[in-house]
């Protein structure tokens, strides 16, 4: 049955450029002389390192444990040693570091035991945790890892699988070269993933420039069942997730939600072709196709191992004298590299030479003037004049109530438009500012949850201190009433004085202390001696005639004075 095709609204139609890179087949990049492999390469957590500097690892082992279910692991790239784990900085439009783990390779290219499976005997659960374990993310350019595109939404399977053949960035060939030479291990991969997301019909898309690419994957699935290679026109971004799926199904998955939930699903062929290496060879993910494009001598297409310097493949393919910048992705949604000694990563679809002559700087920014051109090229059905508004006004609430989410940040507005504006990144920049408030604003929430809660422990302490206070003395009071001892009296002083025992000591220290003891005790109940005791004759002499005055003085005080004359 012949799928029928929908439209999607808006595109625009660039110079392709495909012809460059696709006039020798793909050629595997040789062993570089260092290996930089970052251990986040998938959205999702960071993966835990698995190694240390000096281990020695071997061609598909794991140097990175994923962090949770949303995350997949990492493997080394070849076999060699581990010279160190630090940080780097990532090919990424962030230019934020992260830890990596570099590799000496020993050029030997020793396999771990690769231990194949056959996914019909296994279960969709125990295939999810193979490509979990395997590495496998999506080589469109999102990395999203696979395990969890295949679970099931609500409905517990998805019906219709899309595979994205249809790479419609201007430049990249790399999908284009592995349809041609790899159909066959594409087919078989299609075949695990609806296996595991038990899909009764398998939709490949592929632009209608491509019929060598259509040719090939038409032969390799001339005897499956439900798998259909369909043409789509050639129109930027037919490529996109969603436009493919509305093109080929006409579901129209909006912003926030996820296509199981409609019961579709879409992969890139790359991705197939990896998860067929993953499950029936039993290699995890260490390599990928990356179009070496632009201004260069020899571009073509290259097999390379993940980690590789971007400066190793530049030497491949020679560029030019007036490049200027080199470019990650295609020229409508990549991003210019800070730097060419970054590693290839699993995102690393093609590396794109820029001259002035083949991408000139664009013109000086006007202001807009509300021309409509936008909205009519935005494949997302948006509004992009009033978003530039929005953001450049920081309005971000209306921003978001004009659906800025839902731009997909493919360019076409900002390609079509007169005045120069670059639209994109106006709405970047809302986008980021939105997130961070959104995040300032959680960490204020939590801070202030974490504050109530301090206050209602300490009330609750101080209320259960108060409980116990009053019930320990409504027991002394009614002890005392009963005319009982309460529990908890003090000591009489009798008690107080009595030797305490002295379990420990021998008889000889005992005996020493018991004497101290009673000297103690005497000297406290005896006389004490007055300060004239024991004094010298002289000063008892002394004493006696202060006596004799005071007697004196005494008897003359009691004599009544004589009446005046």
């Not at 799928?3 to 793909?26: M, Y």
């Not at 997301?197 to 491509?210: F, H, P, T």
């Not at 939600?257 to 699903?265: C, D, T």
């Not at 300032?440 to 929430?445: G, I």
Request: proline content about 9%; some cysteine.
């Amino acid at each position: 049955m012949l799928a029928s095709l929908f439209k999607f609204r808006g595109g625009v139609k660039p110079a392709s450029h495909k012809d460059e890179s696709t006039r020798a087949p793909i050629v595997r990049a040789p062993l570089p002389a260092r290996l930089v492999v970052p251990l986040r390469q998938s959205a999702g957590g960071t993966p835990l390192p698995l190694v240390k500097a000096g281990q020695k690892v071997l061609k598909g082992e794991r140097i990175g444990a994923p962090e949770g279910s949303f995350s997949a692991a990492i493997h080394a790239p070849t076999s060699g040693t581990v010279l160190s784990i630090e940080h780097r900085m990532l090919p990424h439009p962030s230019g934020l570091s992260a830890p990596c783990v570099v590799i000496e390779p020993d050029g030997e290219e020793r396999w771990i035991e690769r231990v194949p499976a056959n996914y019909a005997a296994e279960s969709p659960d125990a295939l999810r945790d193979l490509l979990r374990d395997s590495g496998i993310v999506g080589l469109g350019g999102a990395t999203f890892p696979s395990h969890l595109k295949l679970k099931p939404g609500a409905s517990g399977r998805i019906g219709n699988l899309i595979v994205n053949g249809a790479e419609c960035e201007p430049w990249i060939t790399c999908d284009d070269l592995l349809m041609r030479e790899r159909a066959g291990d594409i087919v078989r991969g299609i075949a695990i993933l609806r296996h595991i997301a038990s899909a009764e019909r398998v939709l490949i898309g592929i632009e209608d420039n491509k019929p060598q690419a259509i040719a090939a994957m038409r032969a390799a699935t001339a005897r499956s069942e439900g798998i259909e290679v369909v043409p789509v026109p050639t129109r930027y971004p037919a490529g996109g997730e969603k436009q493919l799926i509305r093109v080929l199904t006409g579901i129209e998955i909006p912003y926030g939600r996820i296509g199981p939930e409609f019961g579709v699903q879409c992969f890139n062929v790359g991705t197939a072709w990896s998860v067929h290496r993953a499950v029936e060879l039993g290699e995890p993910l260490v390599s990928r196709i990356v179009t070496l494009t632009g201004n260069v001598e020899r571009p073509g297409n290259f097999e390379v191992l993940i980690g590789t310097p971007i400066d190793d493949l530049l030497a491949l393919v020679g560029p030019k004298g007036d490049t200027d910048r080199y470019v990650m992705g295609g020229p409508m949604m990549g991003f210019t590299l800070p730097r060419t000694d970054l590693p290839v990563t699993k995102a690393a679809n093609c590396i794109l030479a820029a001259s002035p002559a083949l991408f000139p700087p664009p013109g000086q920014e006007m202001p807009c003037i509300r021309c409509g051109a936008c909205t009519r090229a935005c494949p997302a059905e948006l509004q992009p004049h009033e978003l530039y508004w929005f953001s450049r006004a920081k309005n971000f609430g209306k921003a978001q109530e004009y659906h800025i989410f839902d731009c997909i940040e493919c360019g076409c507005c900002a390609y079509v438009c007169p005045s120069n504006i670059r639209l994109v990144d106006y709405y970047r920049f809302a986008k980021t500012s939105m997130r961070a408030l959104e995040r300032e604003k959680n960490a204020s929430d939590a801070a202030r949850l974490r504050f109530e809660f301090r206050n209602f422990r300490t009330e609750r302490e101080q209320k259960e201190k108060a409980e116990r206070l009053a019930a320990k003395t409504a027991a002394a009071r009614q002890a005392i009433a009963g005319g009982e001892k309460p529990a908890a009296a003090a000591p009489s002083p009798a008690a107080a004085e009595q030797t305490p025992a002295l379990p420990h000591l021998d008889e000889a220290k005992k005996a020493l202390i018991a004497a101290a003891v009673e000297r103690a005790r005497a000297q406290k109940e005896g006389v004490q001696p007055k300060n004239t005791d024991n004094l010298a004759p002289e000063k008892q002499a002394e004493i006696r005639e202060i006596e004799a005055r005071r007697a004196k003085v005494r008897e003359i005080a009691k004599t009544p004075p004589e009446e005046p004359v």
